[in-house]
């Protein structure tokens, strides 16, 4: 795995840049790179500053949104960016139907289904480390300190990775994760267990898996997730076992505590995640089977799919209900 723990130049990921960022490139217009021409251009078309532009092009290529080529830096839309982001459609016309006919599934991510989905693709990568994919992804803890996972990275990047980052660097990082992750109650004076809506800038507080207690204090409690929809879950429960796995089958273990497995990423207790499995199950049980053998619980993928499967049948059920 390769550290990467700067990029963002620390602006958390905010409403609106995946979407931004997509139509810009739907335009044949790049994202920072190289050139000044397509860094001004960038500017002007984003409304942002460089190091603001810097930021979404980390942010759109971390969600996998976006892809950069390594031989020429040239970018392009992943299927999925199209799928959630990508309309030419007249805004001022508030239709999200595309003039070529297409429709963009959530470009401004109303649905809380959306964020699930875009928590998970900029989780879901076994290839660069970073603050949020080793907490999501390596940390077992629900109660810490700041101090605390800065120091538990730094340390693990040395074995993950043979390589030495500066604490300074991880803890801008660990600063940016937190901004992008963490809820926060109400200042004083205001009332109780009341959120301001500054601290919404970032889609993924919503979610609710960090909580920030104050004083360099966090939570970030296994749960059940209720609000996370099965069809979503269903999407990572299949990417893990055909992808990471390589299998057809997975066991109930590995689905809670391996990386970039939906236990781990979202954030699941052992109930939570029977409870999704169990849902999986009834809602396609085409595709997937549970086992008990001898206390060993198993999921079996009742289908095989090429490498190149982008399992968006799953997503169609979500956004169009389709079936």
Known sequence: MEPKFSGHETFPLRYGWLYKSTNLLNKNSALSTSSTKDVQRAIVELGVGKNMVNSIRYWSEACSIVKTKKNDASQSLTNIGKYLFLSNADESSGSRVSKKGGVANDPFLERIGSIWLIHFLLNFDESAITSYRYFFNMSAMQNFEKTKLVYDIEREIKILCDKEVKESTIKKDVDCFLHTYASRQSAKGKKDNVIGEEHFASPLVELGLIRDLGKGNYSSILDERPNLPTEI???????????????????????????????????????????????????????????????????????????????????????????
């Open 233 to 323: 879950f269903s999407y990572a429960l299949l990417r893990f076992v055909s992808e990471i796995k390589a299998s057809e089958t997975a066991g109930f273990d590995a689905l809670l505590s391996d990386q970039c497995s939906p236990g781990k990423i979202f954030r699941l207790s052992e109930r939570g995640l029977g409870v999704q499995l169990d849902n999986a199950v009834k809602q396609y049980p085409n595709l997937f089977e549970e086992t008990d053998t001898q206390g060993m619980r198993q999921v079996r993928v009742l289908k095989t799919f090429n490498e190149n499967e982008t399992f968006q049948f799953i997503l169609d059920d979500y956004y169009r209900g389709s079936k």
